[in-house]
């Protein structure tokens, strides 16, 4: 009897064993931390080579331990500041930047660098120089004739006299050395030409008549040479030519420079100074400002001059 009794409590125990004892509460799980986005503005960006590009992390406020990063360092780089991406293209091809923030999965903001575009430059197709000689048609006005005059007191008239009639003064740039589109060059003025302008307007009698008026009015001459210095026509138009050119020619300068052409662009040096003017590439023309030249005491070259310069065919 006693022997079943032992078998009983036995099998009891290892009953109540399997059975755990007493029933317990589980314990509660831990919930799982909620994982963050990283929300941008842009996920893809196109940028040139030396630009800039900014991309916001719109949510950075519930982000921390936020870090940038590129894939390839030769294609492009990154920098952030707060909440702005700052990509800058460095050379043409494709990477990616990283963007990481604790608690938060990785995203990628893919980027394509490209070269900028050069600018095509067409260059007119200009032969320069296409002569030897420009000329400048320079009509002298009455202030510089007056200078000529001698400026003396009466000749006022004289001078506007003079500027009326509108005679041309040749300024001509010479070009030399035509190789490898550079070479030498010399400008001046064609003071003998000038003068016989000048003779051939006086020669005209209303035109000689009209200055005779002028002489007589200026207060210089008696009336009673009036008959005496229309009758010396010839003579008096010969002696104003000389004192007119000689005045021009005693003032009368060479200037040597030195000039290249790119294509485009005339250039001359002087005195280690330059001066760049355009071609027209129509009618082969340029522009040349006195104030280049320097040249004091000359009645020609004083005051602002601009000379429009043309081949002379």
Same mark, same amino acid.
């Given at each position: 009897m006693k022997k079943k009794f032992g078998l009983f409590a036995l099998c009891l125990s290892l009953m109540l064993a399997a059975c755990g004892?007493?029933?317990?509460?589980?314990?509660?799980?831990?919930?799982?931390?909620?994982?963050?986005?990283?929300?941008?503005?842009?996920?893809?960006?196109?940028?040139?080579?030396?630009?800039?590009?900014?991309?916001?992390?719109?949510?950075f406020d519930d982000l921390s331990k936020v870090k940038v990063k590129v894939e390839d360092e030769d294609i492009a780089e990154c920098d952030i500041d707060d909440e702005i991406i700052? %990509?800058?293209?460095?050379?043409?091809?494709?990477?990616?930047? %990283?963007?990481?923030?604790?608690?938060?999965?990785?995203?990628r903001i893919t980027v394509k660098v490209t070269e900028p575009?050069?600018?095509?430059?067409?260059?007119?197709? %200009?032969?320069?120089?296409?002569?030897?000689?420009?000329?400048?048609?320079?009509?002298?006005?009455?202030?510089?004739?007056?200078?000529?005059?001698?400026?003396?007191e009466g000749t006022d008239d004289i001078a506007e006299f003079f500027g009326n009639l509108q005679l041309s003064l040749d300024i001509y740039i010479e070009?030399?050395?035509?190789?490898?589109?550079?070479?030498?060059?010399?400008?001046?003025?064609?003071?003998?030409?000038?003068?016989?302008?000048?003779?051939?307007?006086?020669?005209?009698?209303?035109?000689?008549?009209e200055l005779v008026d002028i002489l007589m009015e200026s207060g210089n001459f008696d009336d009673s040479m009036y008959d005496q210095i229309v009758a010396m026509k010839d003579d008096y138009i010969s002696l104003l030519n000389e004192e007119i050119t000689g005045e021009l020619e005693n003032s009368e300068e060479m200037i040597y420079m030195n000039w290249s052409?790119?294509?485009?662009?005339?250039?001359?040096?002087?005195?280690?100074?330059?001066?760049?003017?355009?071609?027209?590439?129509?009618?082969?023309?340029?522009?040349?400002?006195?104030?280049?030249?320097?040249?004091?005491?000359?009645?020609?070259?004083?005051?602002?001059?601009?000379m429009t310069f043309y081949p002379e065919y």
């Open positions: 004892g007493p029933a317990t509460e589980p314990e509660p799980e831990e919930p799982d931390e909620e994982e963050i986005s990283i929300e941008l503005s842009d996920k893809k960006v196109n940028i040139e080579a030396g630009e800039e590009v900014e991309v916001e992390i719109e949510n700052t %990509i800058t293209g460095i050379s043409e091809g494709k990477t990616k930047v %990283i963007v990481s923030a604790k608690g938060a999965e990785e995203v575009e050069v600018p095509v430059v067409i260059v007119p197709d %200009i032969k320069f120089p296409e002569t030897p000689n420009y000329v400048y048609h320079f009509v002298p006005d009455e202030d510089i004739w007056f200078t000529l005059l001698g400026e003396e070009f030399g050395n035509t190789t490898d589109n550079s070479g030498d060059a010399v400008m001046y003025y064609d003071a003998t030409g000038f003068g016989k302008a000048l003779t051939d307007a006086l020669s005209d009698d209303d035109t000689y008549l052409f790119d294509g485009t662009y005339l250039t001359f040096e002087k005195d280690y100074d330059t001066y760049s003017v355009p071609v027209d590439e129509y009618t082969g023309s340029f522009t040349l400002s006195n104030s280049f030249f320097d040249i004091p005491d000359n009645p020609i070259f004083a005051g602002g001059l601009d």
